[in-house]
């Protein structure tokens, strides 16, 4: 039944894993039977994310142990992401709650198991080597920031300033600790921990932007919602872009296409070319990509 996982397992742990990775994707519908799952490496934690129930976990472990040959493996943690709460169990070793994990020379927080999400999107991997290398010198804004591991790439790439915006005031200051854990001066960060839609008065006092993102999430119950409430984000970029600023917009909902943030750009900013498209992390295959994680770049005139 594993014997995907168990090859993608063989594989990666085959060297030495420093960075943190998607070991295993199969919610990209590309590994019969095991659609349910998606496999991360946390070092020294490897977490294992079920969309179904699973009866017998030892089979699923064993893959894991067997595959580490040079003993990275200190703690295996299963999340059920349908149960209520998402609970966690562990399958290996004692519970590791927190840890700091590295990507491209750069550190941050993670907390598995304590909430739904880690603390990290792994598929923006990409997203963050890219404002490493093109954000010297930019004024950077970053909406629904999250733990603003964007922000923690773009000053690592020698921003300006980064602004994150973020409705979770936790979410804020964990991204503060990732800016600290990294040594970045934070008179370069202003962060803004209040519902986007009541802050666009303070987010216009650090503008203009060269580089704007809008990474939010699909539904945020009582705050946002992507097919209702996109347009009404694009609609301020005209009064907070530079001259040839960069958007990075994303979607991240299989409900919907392609084509529409093309066609809520060219509603509601119709001042913004299309470049093209970005690539999420090359882990996150999918035999759907129009479902998944979908990345576009924008310049405004």
Avoid at 12 to 31: D, K
Avoid at 158 to 168: F, G, I, N, Y
């Amino acid at each position: 039944m594993y014997q995907a996982l168990e090859s993608a397992a063989q594989t990666f742990f085959g060297e030495a894993q420093p960075e943190t990775r998607r070991i295993f994707h199969g919610r990209g519908h590309l590994f019969q039977g095991l659609e349910h799952l998606s496999v991360d490496w946390f070092s020294p934690l490897v977490l294992i994310t079920s969309y179904q129930d699973i009866e017998d976990t030892n089979p699923l472990r064993d893959v894991m142990l067997n595959a580490d040959r040079l003993g990275q493996i200190k703690g295996i943690m299963l999340q059920y992401r349908k149960k209520k709460g998402t609970p966690t169990e562990m399958l290996h070793g004692e519970p590791i709650n927190h840890c700091i994990v590295e990507e491209h020379g750069l550190k941050y927080e993670i907390q598995p198991g304590i909430n739904q999400n880690a603390g990290l999107f792994l598929d923006m991997r990409p997203m963050r080597a890219w404002l490493m290398e093109y954000s010297k010198g930019k004024n950077v804004l970053n909406l629904f920031a999250y733990t603003c591991s964007l922000s923690v790439a773009a000053l690592a790439g020698k921003a300006r300033q980064v602004v994150s915006v973020d409705m979770s005031k936790p979410s804020i200051k964990w991204g503060q600790r990732n800016h600290e854990l990294n040594d970045h001066d934070l008179r370069a960060v202003k962060s803004i921990p209040h519902n986007l839609f009541r802050s666009w008065g303070r987010i216009k006092q650090f503008g203009r932007y060269d580089t704007i993102l809008i990474d939010p999430p699909t539904r945020q119950r009582g705050s946002f919602d992507t097919e209702k409430n996109y347009g009404a984000v694009l609609k301020k970029l005209k009064q907070l872009t530079a001259p040839g600023a960069t958007i990075i917009a994303t979607v991240n909902s299989p409900y919907l296409n392609d084509d529409f943030l093309k066609h809520q750009f060219e509603r509601y900013a119709p001042q913004c070319r299309f470049v093209g498209m970005m690539d999420r992390s090359e882990e996150f295959q999918d035999q759907f990509p129009e479902k998944a994680l979908k990345i576009y770049r924008y310049a405004s005139s």
